[in-house]
């Protein structure tokens, strides 16, 4: 058995990444019971997106011949990294995994929540001293779900997109985690 299915979980920021990134290399043994696996090694979890966005040809052969070893059926690529590539890498990305069926997952914050929590996170870190106002003027288009939707779907096609509101509320049993393995399992098993 080799890799056919790709779950390509594309960030975005302050959604839980690194949380289900964490249980995805903290839950591999479990995962792998299912036929599900990710590429874990010392790029992990951002290998591919920064090579794709560097055109780093030799990680890409890496990555690729990862891919035709790993034995799993299903396997999960998650960065949020994704979420800052262009059309023409997002093509890339497509070419790149053409020999795989692939769904890309997206968790949503609704936009104020998303710029406030966002803000408060790079004053607190001192990477911005502008005021909130001018923040939201420089970094508005980060928050413009609707062409990072459109990029990804148009390469993709939106039957393989699975958009998922990030709000405690929405997630299955009120947690991201579960919510995201349940996702897993589902997109899984219907492939």
């Given at each position: 058995?080799?890799?056919k299915?790709?779950?390509l979980?594309?960030?975005?920021?302050?959604?839980?990444?690194?949380s289900?990134?964490?249980?995805?290399r903290?839950?591999l043994?479990?995962l792998r019971?299912?036929?599900?696996?990710a590429?874990i090694?010392n790029?992990w979890p951002?290998?591919?997106?920064?090579?794709?966005?560097?055109?780093?040809?030799?990680?890409?052969?890496?990555f690729?011949?990862?891919l035709?070893?790993?034995e799993s059926?299903?396997?999960?690529i998650?960065?949020e990294?994704?979420?800052f590539?262009d059309?023409?890498?997002?093509?890339?990305?497509?070419?790149?995994?053409c020999?795989y069926q692939?769904?890309?997952?997206v968790?949503l914050?609704?936009?104020?929540?998303?710029?406030i929590s966002?803000?408060?996170?790079e004053?607190?870190?001192?990477?911005?001293?502008?005021?909130f106002?001018?923040?939201c003027?420089?970094?508005w288009?980060?928050f413009?779900?609707?062409?990072l939707l459109q990029?990804w779907s148009?390469?993709?096609g939106?039957?393989?997109?699975v958009v998922?509101p990030f709000?405690?509320?929405?997630f299955y049993n009120e947690d991201?985690?579960?919510d995201?393995f349940?996702?897993?399992?589902?997109?899984?098993?219907?492939?």
């Amino acid at each position: 058995m080799t890799v056919k299915n790709i779950v390509l979980h594309i960030g975005l920021s302050k959604t839980g990444t690194s949380s289900i990134q964490n249980y995805i290399r903290d839950s591999l043994a479990q995962l792998r019971t299912l036929g599900v696996s990710a590429l874990i090694d010392n790029d992990w979890p951002h290998g591919l997106a920064k090579a794709i966005n560097a055109s780093d040809e030799a990680f890409k052969d890496k990555f690729k011949e990862s891919l035709k070893s790993e034995e799993s059926e299903n396997l999960i690529i998650s960065s949020e990294y994704f979420e800052f590539m262009d059309e023409a890498k997002v093509r890339a990305v497509k070419s790149f995994l053409c020999d795989y069926q692939v769904t890309v997952v997206v968790y949503l914050k609704r936009q104020d929540k998303a710029i406030i929590s966002m803000y408060n996170e790079e004053v607190k870190k001192g990477i911005t001293l502008l005021d909130f106002r001018e923040y939201c003027r420089q970094n508005w288009r980060r928050f413009d779900y609707c062409s990072l939707l459109q990029k990804w779907s148009t390469a993709f096609g939106v039957e393989n997109m699975v958009v998922r509101p990030f709000d405690v509320n929405s997630f299955y049993n009120e947690d991201l985690l579960q919510d995201f393995f349940v996702l897993l399992v589902l997109i899984s098993s219907q492939k």
